[in-house]
């Protein structure tokens, strides 16, 4: 019910008083949702999580037998939340944008991301765009431009 396949977007409902916010589901997730069978309004039938958590902890089990690797089995939804949350701010270094992906209503909440992220690595990867076409793709792949070169180069930079 709370994804709206026409703008791309699923609305986020708040949980332990936290913001409500609108994410952009990329264009390959929608296609997936769209492949599911549609027996009711919600995406996994009843709309209860537990089914859906059930479901996580047995493939998640899975997983780690195939594997031999048991510390799969420690990896939960909150484990996922913070690698996402630090790898957010390792990218941007927006402390406000994590805020508002996350939906927290005070900034100490978010603060806990932080911790690890090591601060002297600024180490960058660099790319050159020759032109629009080029530079369009790195900017999809996640680049920043730098600057223009004399020569009309498009200098861009990612987080290693």
């Not at 709206?4 to 994410?23: A, M, Q």
């Not at 630090?86 to 939906?103: A, F, N, P, Q, S």
């Not at 792949?141 to 290693?160: D, H, I, Q, S």
Request: contains cysteine; positive net charge; proline residues 3%.
């Amino acid at each position: 019910m709370d994804v709206d396949f026409e703008k791309g977007t699923v609305r986020i409902t708040p949980e332990k008083g936290s913001n409500p916010r609108t994410l952009k589901l990329s264009n390959k997730l929608l296609s997936m949702l769209n492949r599911l069978p549609r027996r009711s309004a919600y995406i996994y039938n009843t709309g209860l999580l537990e089914h859906f958590a059930q479901n996580y902890r047995h493939q998640r089990k899975s997983v780690a037998w195939k594997l031999n690797n048991p510390r799969i089995n420690q990896i939960t939804f909150k484990t996922l939340r913070h690698f996402k949350a630090t790898m957010e701010y390792h990218k941007t270094r927006d402390i406000l944008h994590v805020m508002h992906l996350l939906g927290h209503k005070r900034i100490e909440n978010t603060l806990v991301y932080t911790h690890l992220v090591d601060f002297q690595s600024d180490e960058y990867v660099s790319q050159i765009a020759k032109n629009a076409d080029e530079a369009c793709k790195l900017v999809e792949a996640g680049f920043e431009f730098v600057c223009t070169t004399p020569e009309n180069l498009m200098l861009f930079r990612k987080r290693k």
